[in-house]
T-cell receptor
């Protein structure tokens, strides 16, 4: 089944404790992206990657890192989480890496709480 | 800086009625996307609009794009309860996507 998977789905952690949220897609997609969703703000793009060689910042990259060592995986790393990073996080992928001219497929989401 | 505004942000309507959700954006772009999100769920792609004048329809939903006016509309015809959800538009700027705040649509029987 074609899908985007994220793990964990739910995470409660404490300020400053490094964490990684994994994202994997099995559709051979070039483009991958991370978003955070907060009430009343819609989605905001954190980082995106057009292909394995190219990764760039989105709207709200501060406090986050990403890695794209292979096409299928795009982990999101929070080196020192803070309470303002409490949010719902979505990973997404799209066929085209040149331009996001295709629909994006979203993972199920990861609800992160930082206390 | 690209800004995307949706209106209304909240819409409660009766089954069988027609209504339109508007998505305005502030900078030139010819790629616009509509997504649906059910409560507690992930996002589902509805439409990809890639050129001025593009119109796409799926069931009771029809989306259009006017790049000159920087406006996209999502029209709902003869609404049914199953269309209750939050609808988002997103506009592409180079390789980034900028999202509207979403329109929460409640359709009452």
């Amino acid at each position: 089944e074609a899908q985007v998977t994220q793990n964990p789905r739910y995470l409660i952690t404490v300020t400053g404790k490094k964490l990684t949220v994994t994202c994997s897609q099995n559709m051979n997609h070039e483009y991958m992206s991370w978003y955070r969703q907060d009430p009343g703000l819609g989605l905001r793009q954190i980082y995106y990657s057009m292909n394995v060689e190219v990764t760039d910042k989105g709207d709200v990259p501060e406090g986050y890192k990403v890695s794209r060592k292979e096409k299928r995986n795009f982990p999101l790393i929070l080196e020192s989480p803070s309470p303002n990073q409490t949010s719902l996080y979505f990973c997404a992928s799209s066929l085209s890496g040149q331009l996001p001219s295709y629909e994006q497929y979203f993972g199920p989401g990861t609800r992160l709480t930082v206390t | 800086e690209l800004k995307v505004e949706q209106n209304p942000l909240f819409l409660s309507m009766q089954e069988g009625k027609n209504y339109t959700i508007y998505c305005n954006y502030s900078t030139t772009s010819d790629r616009l996307y509509w997504y649906r999100q059910d409560p507690g769920k992930s996002l589902e792609s509805l439409f990809v609009l890639l050129s001025n004048g593009a119109v796409k329809q799926e069931g009771r939903l029809m989306a259009s794009l006017d790049t000159k006016a920087r406006l996209s509309t999502l029209h709902i015809t003869a609404a049914v309860h199953d269309l209750s959800a939050t609808y988002f538009c997103a506009v592409a700027l180079d390789y980034q996507l900028i999202w509207g705040a979403g329109t929460k649509l409640i359709i009452k029987p």
